[in-house]
């Protein structure tokens, strides 16, 4: 029998199962001597040991198509990261640093503004104009009139999600617009593993209709640049790549070389100022953190 974990805490998992719901399972010891330990997301085989306390073993793991590390989770097909379109109004900088982490572990991001019934129109459209490039598709929504929710719907129906964002954008009003039968899914959740309500954060996956999974990551308000070189930050924008080969230089950061393309592009509008600000601070960072290493 296979299910999808949506939960590990203490040692023990909690596996989805379509035909029977949730089961609280223990991993097997081949997987320690293997040095394989199973994550949140991972399809998993599934032994039934007791069938009325839902009881169970985790027999295999299935091959991953994709593995996070920060959060750590299997087999995600896309990030959501939701900002603020009005009030508090959107850290562009922490917002940069969440597609570059992405990014750098090969995951789509979709980014959505809420909040757009509260927002100037002309924000709105600045917003637009600085990720409209970047190689993230933006969502504008609003669960005040309903706006751009059956949109966002469409893209996490049937697909693994990471939804992230700070707090106070309306993540939670989002989800429940959006998938109504959440709380009641959460809810079981939360009886079933009874310690959920009272113990530190974990990653979990919510089980959501029409084979949907979202892990709501708690509200952040700070973000580590992904462990890489101060060169190689150029890589993950995409807003730079159709200009990089008409540089002077072939190994250009685009920081403070002459005859620089991406520069040019800034200068004439077509790289947006906001990223390319970000991308210069992300770049000295990355250079002082090499420097005191």
Same mark, same amino acid.
Request: glycine share 6%; with cysteine.
């Given at each position: ?7 590990? #805490? ?5 596996? @989805?199962?379509?035909?029977?719901? %949730? ?41 991953? @198509?994709?593995? %996070? ?29 969440? %597609? ?46 309903? *706006?751009?929710? *059956? ?6 129906? @049937? ?9 106070? #954008? ?12 959440? $709380? ?12 959920? !309500? @009272? ?14 999974? #979202? ?13 890489? +070189?101060?060169? $190689? ?50 770049? +000295? *960072? ?6 005191? !290493?």
């Amino acid at each position: 029998m296979q299910g999808k974990i949506i939960r590990g #805490v203490g040692g023990f998992y909690y596996v @989805h199962v379509p035909e029977m719901g %949730l089961l609280e399972c223990k991993a097997k010891g081949v997987f320690r001597n293997r040095k394989v330990k199973p994550l949140v997301g991972d399809d998993v085989e599934v032994e039934v040991l007791d069938e009325e306390n839902r009881l169970g073993n985790i027999s295999d793991i299935l091959p991953r @198509h994709s593995e %996070l590390i920060r959060p750590a989770v299997a087999n995600v097909d896309q990030a959501v990261v939701i900002f603020a379109a009005s009030y508090p109004k959107p850290n562009l900088n922490l917002l940069d640093r969440f %597609l570059l982490m992405m990014k750098w572990q090969d995951v789509p991001v979709r980014i959505c503004f809420n909040k757009l019934d509260a927002a100037d129109d002309s924000f709105i459209t600045e917003l637009e104009d600085i990720y409209r490039t970047s190689g993230a598709e933006v969502f504008f929504t609003s669960t005040y009139s309903g *706006e751009g929710l *059956e949109l966002l719907h469409d893209h996490l129906a @049937h697909k693994t999600t990471v939804l992230a964002g700070p707090s106070g #954008v309306g993540k939670s009003s989002v989800m429940n617009a959006i998938f109504p039968e959440a $709380e009641m899914e959460i809810g079981e959740i939360s009886t079933k593993i009874k310690r959920g !309500k @009272h113990t530190t954060r974990h990653s979990e996956l919510f089980f959501l209709p029409e084979q949907t999974y #979202v892990m709501d990551t708690p509200g952040f308000t700070s973000l580590s640049l992904p462990d890489i +070189e101060k060169e $190689e930050l150029r890589e993950y924008y995409e807003e730079f790549k159709p200009y990089t080969e008409h540089c002077r230089f072939q190994g250009c950061v685009h920081v403070n070389e002459p005859d620089c393309s991406v520069k040019l592009a800034l200068e004439q509008g077509e790289i947006a100022e906001n990223r390319y600000e970000n991308y210069l601070s992300f770049y +000295e *960072e990355l250079r002082r953190k090499k420097r005191y !290493k």
